[in-house]
């Protein structure tokens, strides 16, 4: 597959500006009321749709057979749905060959790893795998429910402007921002005062 791979700055550019824009979006939409295991799902979509939509359209492939040109590609990012983004994947005539970068971002553990096993993605990212990869072994590398279940127990709590009206940053009371002033705040605690003579 090495020999397929030919990036260009524009393609590279492209991947990082949908990459960035799309998270972000996707942040904003799943801030208010999702789980973790959600965001992280969805956020590993990004990662995988940014390659793939911008690889289809600027990376150039180095082989006659391998084209992109065939199929209507929708551009849009996953924001709030994964299932969404697996239809879609049905849709797309993925391979290692015609979509290497897709194929090293769609196999890497760590992505698969922020993937819900119960959905079809052992199914759609095959292909990107190489031929004689079982689908038991995709699935393997997807995560378990066991661990979507301890995953939806986390939350990410984060700060607001009135934290800091009432003392706190980001939730810790006493944490006080730093003061944009020069001096610098002492307590009884400092341990590095200079002996007196």
């Known amino acids: 597959m090495a020999e397929k791979i030919a990036p260009s700055s524009i393609f590279l550019g492209k991947v990082w500006t949908r990459l960035f824009f799309s998270l972000q979006k996707a942040a904003d939409e799943l801030r208010p009321r999702s789980k973790f295991s959600e965001v992280m799902e969805i956020f590993a979509l990004c990662v995988i749709n940014a390659f793939m939509v911008e690889e289809a359209e600027h990376h150039l492939v180095n082989s006659s057979d391998a084209s992109t040109d065939n199929f209507d590609l929708a551009r849009n990012n996953p924001r709030t749905s994964a299932s969404w983004f697996v239809e879609k ?3 797309m005539p993925l391979g290692r060959l015609n979509f290497p970068f897709t194929s090293i971002m769609g196999t890497c ?5 922020l993937l819900d096993e119960q959905k079809d993605y052992a199914d759609v990212l ?4 190489p031929d004689n990869t ?4 995709i699935t393997e590398l997807l995560c378990p429910k066991e661990l979507s279940v301890l995953m939806a127990k986390i939350s990410v709590a984060g700060g607001t402007m009135d934290d800091e009206k009432e003392g706190t940053t980001n939730g810790i009371k006493g944490a006080q921002p730093k003061s944009s002033g ?3 705040a002492t307590s009884s605690s400092d341990a590095d005062e200079a002996p007196k003579e």
Request: zero cysteines; aromatic letters at 6%; a positive charge.
């Open 89 to 91: 994947l049905k849709t």
């Open 109 to 113: 553990p760590l992505i698969l790893g």
């Open 182 to 184: 020069s001096r610098r």
């Open 134 to 137: 079982e689908k038991q072994v």
């Open 126 to 129: 095959a292909p990107l795998f």
